[in-house]
Structures are given as structure tokens and as C-alpha cells.
């Protein structure tokens, strides 16, 4: 199945007010504030130029366009610009010396690829096709003469060059694309032959066993399938098995802090590893069509990005833990294996800045996962994948959902039919007592509902399910309680203490400060029964609202 573009599908309801903050937070501000965008060797400064730019626009971008956001469309387009004015006659884009070329990760490259080809997805520049066509020839020339080889981040990352590609090849067909996918994926780390080695957490740090590495290859076997032709087996049903198994919590992430850490409910996963989760599980449901990759998908996005990142926005864990009863920093050695001792604090770059830069797509990227479709030449197939609340474009048809879905399971979407075409959405497995109203439909085998709407027919349908809150027996005798996409937990009341200060020239004022969370409230529960209700209440202005908090 194919995206929408941001011109076609527009957020609503609740998440665009999660959207709203954060374009009105650090995301829309790390132009302004932060050494590594401000001033990145990308645009001709003094600062970091290999893969804090992209990342950073990779989020930025789309939440400009999805919000409809002119000042930010023009702050996205002034990077970009320097990017484009980088570029070497050679295709060369990336901002180190081309005498540099053979010892410099292309793990920049493979980013910047994808950037391109989000900016494009965006806004239409007609720039950037032949932009990308000079940058990836360039690449694949170097890899085949040898004059490069895959090594380090690039070596790991290789599919992720694959977004770029599949776009590219679209618009080109030339061999010389696909001979790059192959040549990539040749040189490029083979995940399943690694699977021993995540079955034991190391104390040590391993490129075969980060955390961000490994989600991100979770879409890996898609891609390849998509781009290269071949048979998806889902041997990557195999992959996450293995690591849910040995590395897994409560919220559908693995434990990697920042290396896999086994099943302890207070080892740490970095927020990167958040983001791309959520990242390959779209990829893996729309190259699949496979429901259990949007539920994973929902698990992820419902709880483990909201749990990291603070209410405003504007500070994030590094790490976050299952069981987190406080958030000061480790007395001593740090609890976490590779990590320093203050990467669960909220700020503005705890223990690392990768994050700061990367968690900017989660939530924009699964905004745009909403829908998705299929198309040939006489028909057209469009799928609710994510039941949020959402407004959707597309020749002549439009679709408006409104809901207040994961926190009440009632849907209505007004539906007007400007041409003929099948609507899909896809029921969670967990719903029950299924209600549907309005319209027509079959139940398909994967629990899907399906339409027909023919040329000019309008309908409202209504749909209501039932989840029942449940437990999730986890390893160590704990127990987690859940309905439907959402786990739950006990608000701890805590103290907020706000740190301002300098370090190796990087700022930390207010609103974009550190804070301890001082744990002072009870935390020590356990369940006397195994009886669970849940009652409703409004859904507050911040969707996943704050916690107990005592400021200091
Ligand atoms: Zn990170």
C-alpha cells in the first residue's frame, strides 16, 4: 500500500493538538536554540554535519507541511536550500571534503536520502529528484569501483537508503537504482545471522546489539521485498520474537540502554529506538498489509513515545524503564549498562543528542500512517490503518473521522464519495461487541470491515467496540493491566527540579532545561485481585495529560 501525501491528509481532534505542541516546542524551535541544527556544518556552520540536520528534518518537515505551517515550510526550505547549494558536480552532498570521502560513514547519506525524498513528498519541489538522482548515482559509482566500502552506521543502516530508492526508481527506472539496493544489502550487515547474540544482555557496547540499530531493521526484509522483488516471508515476525523474548516490556519496545538489556523492568530504551520502531512498523504494515504490525504499532505510539517526553514537549528522557519511581541522577555508577548516569532525566540532550534531534517524526510520521491505498487503473482501495482523528483528501473523495480513539472506542466518518472505491478499516483484534451503522459492509477474514461506495454517495457509518481491560503476565511475577492499545500505570507524585546551565557550549535555559523528577509519593502497589474496570473521563487539551506533580 501506498502514503498520502501531506496535501491529502490532515490531522484533527487530539492529534493535531499533539502536533500543535510540538511544533510549538523544542521541534519547532531546535532551529533557534540548538548549537547542532543552529549553527550544522549542513548549512555552512561550525557544528555537528552528519546526522542531526536530517534527523531533525525528517520530523520537521512533515510536521510543517501537516500543519500547514508557513513560517516552518519556509525554515525547512532555507535548510534544504543550503543542503542543494552544498552539492558537488561529483552528486557529493554531504558535508565533509570529498579527500574525506572514503573514511566518512555513509550513514549521512543514507539519511539525507530520505530526507530528500520526505521534503519532496512534502512539497512538491521539483528540485529534488534530480538532486537525489546525482546524490545516490554518485554513491552507487563509489560503492562499485570500490572506492568505498560500507562500514560502521551505513554498514548497519543500509535499508533505510531503500526509501530513497523506491522513490527514485519511480521517477527514473534506470538498472544502475536497483543495482544499488543489491549492492547495498550485499555489503550491508545480514540481522538474522546475529540473532544469537540477543539473548543475553552484554555490558558492553555492540553495533550488532544496539537498540536503534535493530528496530530500525525490523522493515529491512519489507523493503528489500518491495524494492528488490522478492518474497516477504516475515522473517522479521522471527527477529522481534526473539527480542520481545528475551529483551521485551510491557509497551511492545526491547530494553536498550543503549544495547540490549535483557527482561529487568528497570533497564532503559532509548527514545530513538521509539521513533523507529514506530517508523518500521508503518513501513511493515504498508508493505505487508498485516494488521499485527499496526497494532504494535498503536502499543508503541499510545504509550512508550507519550511516557518519554514531557507533557509540553520541550524535554525528553534518553532512556525510559517500565518501573520508574524516580528520575534523579544514579548516586555513583550508573544502573543502566552502557549508559551515563543521567540518561533518564528529562532535558534537552540527557546523556546524548541523538534523540533530541530524532524523536521529531514519531509522532508527524504516524499522523501520516492514518490511511493508506492501493490503486490501479479501474480501482481504488483506500484503508483506515490508524483510527485517529483525521480528515482525508483524495480525488474527489473525501473522509473525516472523528473520534477520540485510543480513549473512547467510538468512530464516526462522514464519508463523500467524489468516485467509485473501496473503504477498509481495520478493526483491532481486541475490539468486541462490534456495532456498525450507516452502511453496508463485509466482515473480512483479517477482521477488517469493507464498503463499496459507488460515484456521488455520501454516508456517516458509526462504529463502537468494547475492550476489556485485561492483565499481561511479564517475566519476574509482575503483572502490567491493559485495554486495548493502552497499558496503564500507577501515577507516581513527584518533584520537578529544574536545572539551567552550560556544558561544552550547549545552553540549557528555560523551557528548554533539564529537570529531576524526584519521586516522593507511594510507588510500592500490588494488585489484591484480579478484577479490572476502566471508567471514561473527557480527554483533556494535552492528550496523554500530566502526572501527579509537585513543583520545588
Ligand atoms: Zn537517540
Excluded at 507511594?522 to 480527554?539: C, I
Aim: hydrophobic fraction near 40%; aromatic fraction near 14%.
Amino acid at each position: 500500500m501506498e502514503f498520502f501525501y501531506t496535501s491529502e491528509l490532515k490531522p484533527q481532534g487530539w492529534l493535531k493538538r499533539q502536533l500543535q505542541i510540538q511544533a510549538a516546542s523544542l521541534s519547532g524551535n531546535l532551529d533557534k536554540i540548538w548549537r547542532d541544527v543552529r549553527d550544522s556544518a549542513w548549512i555552512g556552520g561550525d557544528a555537528e554535519g552528519w546526522e542531526r540536520v536530517p534527523y531533525w528534518l525528517d520530523g520537521f518537515i512533515p510536521l510543517a507541511w501537516l500543519l500547514d505551517d508557513e513560517d516552518m515550510k519556509q525554515r525547512a526550505k532555507k535548510y534544504i536550500d543550503a543542503i542543494i547549494a552544498f552539492q558537488k558536480p561529483s552528486g557529493w552532498i554531504c558535508p565533509c571534503k570529498e579527500e574525506e570521502i572514503a573514511t566518512y560513514d555513509t550513514w549521512a547519506v543514507q539519511l539525507i536520502s530520505k530526507v530528500l525524498t520526505v521534503y519532496y513528498e512534502c512539497s512538491g519541489d521539483e528540485r529534488i529528484p534530480d538532486v537525489l538522482y546525482r546524490v545516490l548515482f554518485h554513491y552507487y559509482s563509489l560503492l562499485k569501483n570500490g572506492e568505498i566500502k560500507l562500514f560502521g552506521w551505513g554498514e548497519f543502516r543500509w535499508f533505510e537508503t531503500f526509501i530513497a530508492i523506491r522513490f527514485l526508481n519511480k521517477c527514473y527506472g534506470e538498472p544502475w537504482i536497483i543495482e544499488l539496493a543489491r549492492l547495498l544489502k550485499e555489503q550491508g550487515a545480514d540481522y538474522l545471522a546475529l540473532k544469537e547474540r540477543w539473548k543475553r544482555p552484554l555490558n558492553k557496547w555492540t553495533m550488532e546489539t544496539h537498540i536503534v540499530n535493530l528496530v530500525m531493521a525490523l522493515k529491512a526484509e519489507a523493503v528489500c521485498a518491495d524494492v528488490l522483488g522478492l518474497t516477504y516471508k516475515d522473517y522479521t515476525e522471527e527477529m522481534r520474537s526473539i527480542l520481545e523474548q528475551y529483551n521485551g516490556t510491557p509497551v511492545g519496545l526491547f530494553t536498550g540502554d543503549e544495547c540490549l538489556s535483557g527482561l529487568s523492568p528497570i533497564q532503559g530504551t532509548e527514545l530513538c529506538a521509539v521513533a523507529e520502531q514506530m517508523y518500521s512498523c508503518e513501513l511493515l504494515y504498508a508493505y505487508t498489509g498485516d494488521n499485527k504490525w499496526a497494532e504494535r504499532l498503536e502499543l508503541l505510539s499510545f504509550n512508550a513515545l507519550p511516557a518519554t517526553i514531557s507533557d509540553d514537549m520541550w524535554a525528553h528522557q534518553y532512556v525510559q524503564m517500565s518501573n520508574q519511581i524516580d528520575c534523579e541522577k544514579f548516586p555513583g555508577r550508573s544502573l543502566f549498562r552502557t549508559n551515563g548516569e543521567e540518561a533518564h532525566l528529562f532535558g534537552l540532550e540527557p546523556n546524548y543528542g541523538c534523540c533530541t534531534a530524532n524523536f521529531n517524526q514519531a509522532w508527524p510520521k504516524f499522523a501520516l500512517s492514518a490511511y493508506l491505498y492501493e490503486k490501479t487503473d479501474s480501482t481504488l482501495r483506500i484503508v483506515n490503518a490508524l483510527a485517529v482523528p483525521s480528515t482525508l483528501d483524495y480525488e474527489g473523495i473525501r473522509i473525516s473521522l472523528d473520534t477520540e480513539y485510543p480513549f473512547k472506542n467510538r468512530f464516526s466518518y462522514r464519508v463523500n464519495a467524489g468516485r467509485s472505491f473501496m473503504f477498509e478499516v481495520r478493526i483491532p483484534e481486541f475490539a468486541e461487541k462490534i456495532e456498525i451503522a450507516g452502511k453496508e459492509y463485509t466482515r473480512l477474514p483479517n477482521g477488517n470491515v469493507k464498503f463499496e461506495f459507488q460515484t456521488g454517495e455520501t454516508a456517516t457509518i458509526t462504529i463502537g467496540y468494547v475492550t476489556t481491560p485485561h492483565f499481561q503476565v511479564r517475566p519476574y511475577d509482575l503483572v502490567t493491566a491493559q485495554c486495548g492499545s493502552l497499558v496503564f500505570s500507577v501515577p507516581v507524585a513527584y518533584e520537578k527540579i529544574m536545572h539551567e546551565y552550560t556544558k561544552d557550549g550547549v545552553e540549557r535555559k528555560f523551557p528548554y532545561c533539564d529537570y529531576e523528577y524526584k519521586g516522593v509519593g507511594e510507588w510500592a502497589f500490588a494488585y489484591a485481585g484480579n478484577v479490572l474496570s476502566v471508567s471514561e473521563r473527557e480527554v483533556d487539551e494535552i492528550p496523554f495529560p500530566p502526572r501527579i506533580l509537585l513543583w520545588s
